[in-house]
């Protein structure tokens, strides 16, 4: 029962969903205070590659280096989101250029490959890497084994990150917040929060978590380092802003999306797998394909009237103008 | 303290000085990079240059590195002019390939310039249509054509991979004995080939591809296009106010329409450029390695938009691309390309406040206000 | 606050302004449009630094870095664009960035909020209901909510900015009995208008404001409206006297008949509406701002599609949501918004200038631009209009409020209209201008031209109107022929009363 393909496809839609869900929530903290970054994909390579270089370069117990590298992808990914915070915020270009530029520059082309080289990452297995944390009878229970108990730590952590930004989004004060700071800035403002603090912390958070997200990737999925890493490069970064759009902008969605999604990208290994004949291409175009029409779907929709889109979303907030 | 404070008027001496001295600003960075990883700064920079533009053969690689770019660089101005951005001038590239191969294939036998008028026609209509899906989806569905037109880059690399390795389509190669060996593209007939004009005064000669002559046409166009039509003038409102431009009563789906197909045709006839001068055929895996694509978005960015400073930022980014393949190793790490296209475009929109703005360091008024004489 | 200056590129916005408020008054900062009121109560909120001048509270020097400095000391303001989180409840709006009191919780409690807010609204006669989202709130509803964030607050100092701009006469006299109570309980009520009437009847003193300076504070109750109005633009005003429009009211040129719209949020805004404007008259449409103005005039227009209903131009139906079409037609639309709409912000005059008539023989020849025929064309409407511009290609945004509305007057009128919908068209203007304005609209009336006027400016449409229509809920409450119009009457119409 637990090879039938539903169940394989659905553990493995958690197990590639998990990246996207990092990126999906990290974006969507930036998004809600008002500030569109479409570096993701910039951001997630270079969390990888760091997340990787850290576990292979310190030498202390797994979960030790493991932790570290998560920590260090984290920074990675932040330090990327400030580049683009600095240039939006408080140099007020274009929000949509500057992700991009962070993509190129960031990029499979760019520092995440100039760094693994540079640091010699390339052509070694991992040191360290996350592995399944029940017991192997646990596992083998029909359907939920493989796909809840059959996961690693960071998908378990993942579920913790929905239910603390959903949490903090609609029942704190710095919650309120950020929504004012996305929804209206010059109302923010009047009230006297930091409208820019605000953007620069939550810029950065979505960096953290996107290079948490790539660090998925170079810890769990394929633990190893490749220049540009496929799976990535394979546009993760870009389905992660698209994610964020089809759950309108709430933390509850994104996680179905990102499973969603991840089935998407799961199924053309498990179709190939499984001996299936058509070109290969034609499944591996499947998840762009799925992007394409969930996207228009939902735009055409509901979403007609921006439903759940921050009102501020990539304006930058400018005090003293007339 | 630092003040911002809108500038009432734009200076041209600005708009023109600012992104020199940004562009020298990001080299600065640059070095820093370099020398934060141990390289030094100057032995690459100079290596670099000579590698670009230092002789003939340098100049002849420059300019075939800058065609592309300059096609894809147009392809996202004139779009990005207009507030669409599209993304997808690395698929729409890759169409223009496919429609243009065929075009010559489908010719084969025809004289030279009506195999090349084939292949620019063939290349531009498959580009704009591949454009087209995502124009469509944002000007009915209100779809955002940045992810849409990402999306189908990949889609239409596997789709280029299917032509050649999974299928025995019209494209592939199927007769000659290195194809049996590994799957690869048909070649087309001689006639198709496009020219390359020798400058003579250098020496040794430097070969300028037809292609390249082609973008500076497409280039001329697009600015007469803008400044002096109807549909420039729409374009212009749009832009600026789309609420003006409904007020006026302009029609801003077609526009949309007609805009995302010229950038996808641009793109498009950049495809068939690169068939035509330097590849000859489909091939897959070469066309995904270079990005031209995206580099055309690094090229229109850094142009800010005018469509002849874009071709001039091609040639000088192909240069830089020419010299990073040429350099690869222990003197121009990999992926140092990529780090400074980056760096140069984040000084070039960084230094855009300086045009936009001015930034005064001022003293705060009150430090030196002096205290109230008591009533 | 003392010899405060302000700077901004290109304007001098406050010029060595004092102004000093009482603990326990109502004063009322007076002065026209651009005399730099908001500017100065910008910087008493923190939102703007002066660049010279001091500030002090009770006696105390205060410097204040942000607005929340301001708000911890005990200043409020209801800003004439409320600063209000649209999606967000009422008490939501209350609480934010509050850091003391309930606010201090790192969780929120809604219900707590809640409770306050109600009880606040019971004290002060402010009653909304705190778990209501902002956007299903009325305008009036709305500015409540902005009082009793200041009051939640625990402002001592209370900032108004043109408060009665959004209100009913009637509304207008309940607002000033709420401050009048705050006043009394020992709170300053900062009150800016640039209304001589409401001035003496809420205020105990009186500063005026002209051209960035202060002219002079004194007593509300010793001032004249003749004597305000002097010292506000700086000569003698003549009473703005009724100018009979001239040729007398000519055939039907706009029927609207049983006109429907729905609002940005897909809930109707425009019912039923059926209203004649003939050619030389002008009608006018009067109501409590959000109650269909714009969604009308954006019908006519044909900028918003109707959901039922005709709309007639000399008796040809006009097809529906096309302003091409309404262009075509003749009907000629200045719009609520300036900059943005009715004009390109970084396009050249000249350009703007031919934002409709591009297609036209004199801007174009097939598809090409005749730039020089298009920059006479704008040189010569720039000196028939007297727009003060450097020349057809200076861009609109560096032109002024008074000289953006000619170049869009100029535009319209070129268009040989045959009907005009002209939606606040002196919003945000000096005297000067708003005179300049009418001027141009009676003269064109008296020309035979329909002119639908839609304004929430009850002086403005006093002055021009002859027949007045007044926009209930996106009905007309009524109808009321104008010169003999009751003010109390069409205030009872616009709180959606029925006229005696």
Known sequence: MNNSIAVVVAASAVLYGTPLLYAGLGELLAERAGVLNLGVQGMMLVGAAMG????????????????????????????????????????????????????????????????????????????????????????????????????????????LCVLAVGLYLSRTRPGLNVRAVGESPAAADAMGINVTGYRYAHVLAGGAFAGVGGACFSLAITPQWVPGDEMIAGGAGWIAIALVIFAFWRPDLVLVGAYLFGAFAALPFTLQARGVTIAPELFQSLPYVMTVLVLVLVSSGVAKRRLGAPAALGLPYVREER | MIRIERRLRQPRLLMVAVPVVSVAFAFGLIALVLLATGHDPGHTYGKLFRSAFGDAGALTSTFASATPLAFTGLAAAAAFRMNLFNIGAEGQLYFGVVGGVAAALLLSGAPGPVAIAGMCVGGAAFGALWALIPGVLRAFGRTNEIITSLMLNYVAGLLINYLIFDSHSYWRDTTSPSAAVFPQG?????????????????????????????????????????????????????????????????????????????????????????????????????????????????????ARYNPFAVVVVAILLGGLKNAGFALQGADFPSGLVGVMQGIFLFCVLGGEILIRYRIRLGRQSHARGAPEPAA | MRGITKRFPGVVANDQVDFEAAEGEVHALLGENGAGKSTLSNILTGLYRADEGEVALYGRPVHFRSPRDALDAGIG?????????????????????????????????????????????????????????????????????????????????????????????????????????????????????????????????????????????????????????????????????????????????????????????????????????????????????????????????????????????????????????????????????????????????????????????????????????????????????????????????????????????????????????????????DVGAIETVHAYLRDAAAKGLAILLISEDLDEILALADRIAVLYEGRIAGEVDCPGADVEELGLLMAGGVAA
């Not at chain 3, 000399?314 to 096309?322: E, M, N, T, V």
């Not at chain 3, 005059?349 to 006479?376: C, E, M, Q, W």
Request: charged fraction near 15%; aromatic fraction near 6%; include cysteine.
């Open chain 1, 52 to 159: 990787f270089w850290t576990v292979q370069r310190f030498h202390v117990g797994s979960p030790g280096a493991l932790l570290a590298a998560v920590g260090v992808a984290a920074l990675a990914g932040a330090a990327m989101a400030l580049v683009h915070a600095f240039l939006v915020i408080t140099l007020r270009a274009s929000q949509i250029v500057s992700g991009l530029a962070l993509t190129i520059f960031a990029g499979a082309a760019g520092l995440s490959s100039y760094l693994g080289n540079d640091l010699n990452l390339a052509s070694n297995p991992a040191r360290h890497q996350f592995g399944a944390i029940f017991p192997a009878s646990a596992q083998h229970w029909p359907i939920v084994g493989p796909v809840l108990f059959g996961q690693n730590l960071l998908v378990y952590a993942s579920w």
């Open chain 2, 186 to 302: 048909k070649a087309v007939p001689d006639a198709a080939l496009w020219p390359v004009a020798t400058l003579t005064h250098a020496a040794g000669g430097v070969l300028l591809p037809l292609g390249l002559m082609v973008a500076a046409g497409v280039a001329v166009l697009l600015w007469g296009l803008y400044r002096h039509t109807r549909f420039g003038f729409e374009l212009n409102v749009i832009a600026d106010s789309p609420r003006a431009a409904r007020y006026a009563g302009m029609r801003t789906r077609r526009k949309i329409l007609a805009v995302m197909g010229l950038s996808g045709a641009i793109a498009g006839l950049g495809g068939a450029a690169q068939a035509g001068n330097f590849d000859h055929l489909l091939d897959p895996r070469g066309l995904q390695q270079q990005f031209y694509g995206y580099t055309g978005i690094v090229v229109a960015a850094l």
């Open chain 3, 77 to 429: 303001m209801v800003h004439q664009h409320f600063r209000l989180v649209v999606p967000f409840t009422v008490a939501e709006n209350v609480v934010l960035g509050d850091h003391r009191g309930e606010g201090r919780a790192f969780r929120l409690r809604p219900r707590a909020i809640e409770r306050r807010v109600e009880e606040l609204g019971e004290r002060y006669g402010l009653r909304v209901d705190p778990r209501a989202r902002i956007w299903q709130l009325s305008v009036g509803e709305q500015q409540r909510v902005e009082i009793l964030k200041t009051l939640y607050r625990q402002a001592r100092i209370l900032i108004l900015d043109e408060p009665t701009a959004v209100l009913t006469p009637q509304e207008s006299e309940a607002l000033f009995g709420t401050l009048r109570a705050m006043a009394a309980e020992g709170r300053t009520i900062v009150f800016i208008s640039h209304k001589l009437n409401e001035v003496r009847a809420v205020a105990d003193r009186v500063t005026v404001l002209r051209g960035g300076r202060s002219v002079v504070a004194l007593a509300a109750a010793a001032a004249t409206p003749q004597s305000l109005a002097a010292l506000m633009v700086g000569r003698e005003v003549a009473a703005p006297a009724r100018i009979p429009a001239g040729s007398g009211p000519g055939k039907a040129a706009l029927v609207l008949d049983g006109l429907c719209a729905d609002g940005d949020r897909g809930s109707p805004a425009v019912r039923e509406i059926s209203l004649t404007v003939r050619a030389g008259e002008i009608v006018a449409v009067a109501g409590v701002a959000g109650n269909g103005q714009r969604e009308l005039a954006e019908t006519v227009t044909g900028m918003r599609f109707p959901t039922a209903g005709t709309i007639r131009v000399d008796g040809q139906p006009l097809s529906f949501g096309d302003p091409r079409a309404a262009i075509a037609a003749g009907i000629a639309h200045v719009p609520e918004d300036r900059l943005g709409t009715g004009l390109a912000p970084s396009l050249s005059i000249a350009s703007n200038i031919v934002l409709k008539s591009y297609r036209s023989d004199t801007a174009s020849r097939g598809p090409f631009l005749r730039h020089r025929s298009i920059a006479r064309l704008t040189s010569d409407l720039i000196e028939r209009y007297s727009v003060a511009a450097p020349g057809p290609s200076t861009p609109a945004r560096q032109l002024s409020g008074g000289n953006l509305q000619k170049v869009v007057l100029a535009r319209e009128f070129s268009g040989k209209p045959r009907v005009l919908v002209a939606a606040s068209p002196t919003r945000g203007l």
